[in-house]
T-cell receptor, first 116, second 116 residues
């Protein structure tokens, strides 16, 4: 079984400041890793994903994340945030060995609030 | 751009009543997922379809919840009878399928259910 822990439930930052949203996972098998963003009353949108290869992955809207296997982490970063980045962010994992589809296990989310 | 459609967007129902949600995935997506997202938490998979077949319904409360995807295209999730604890956002997602995965899951806007 897999689990995902997002270490901060809320992260307030000022506009143009850097931000890091932390994610740790637990799994007995190799995993794929994802970050999704959810704006109020909307569905989830994929920001970026790690499948294999380079541990630094770049996504949409200027976000990037780094996979650290030894620390079982996949932290999300952005060097300069905008007001429009205010949203809920979810880290998710899926089992590499999964053959019946890409079942996702989500963390509980981090609310990022960007203040002017 | 193709999107996952869900209806209704909002539903208020009294406990013990029946309620149904509809999802139309992106054309050509063989895999369809229903998630439940309780306020302040991450989405939790309820059921996963591959074409018209259920491949994972281990987290579906089968005494009151049912899901079908009769022709392998659109899908309906039903709750009967609804309970207060069912108040949540119900999200539908779809993806391609095959050995070359994992494939990105595309989420619909969700149906927000309030049980009174």
């Amino acid at each position: 079984a897999q689990s995902v822990t997002q270490l901060d439930s809320q992260v307030p930052v000022f506009e143009e400041a850097p931000v890091e949203l932390r994610c740790n996972y637990s799994s007995s098998v190799s995993v794929y890793l994802f970050w999704y963003v959810q704006y109020p009353n909307q569905g989830l949108q994929l920001l970026l994903k790690y499948l294999s290869g380079s541990t630094l992955v770049k996504g949409i809207n200027g976000f990037e994340a780094e996979f650290n296997k030894s620390q079982t982490s996949f932290h999300l970063r952005k060097p300069s945030v905008h007001i429009s980045d205010t949203a809920e962010y979810f880290c998710a994992v899926s089992d590499v060995e999964e053959t019946s589809g890409s079942r996702l296990t989500f963390g509980e989310g981090t609310q990022l609030t960007v203040n002017p | 751009e193709a999107e996952v459609a869900q209806s209704p967007r909002y539903k208020i129902t009294e406990k013990s009543q029946a309620v149904a949600f509809w999802c139309d995935p992106i054309s050509g997506h063989a895999t369809l997922y229903w998630y439940r997202q309780i306020l302040g938490q991450g989405p939790e998979l309820l059921v996963q379809f591959q074409d018209e077949s259920v491949v994972d319904d281990s987290q579906l409360p089968k005494d009151r919840f049912s899901a079908e995807r009769l022709k392998g295209v659109d899908s309906t999730l039903k709750i009967q009878p609804a309970e207060l604890g069912d108040s949540a956002m119900y999200l539908c997602a779809s993806s391609l399928a095959g050995a070359a995965g994992p494939y990105e899951q595309y989420f619909g806007p969700g149906t927000r259910l309030t049980v009174t």
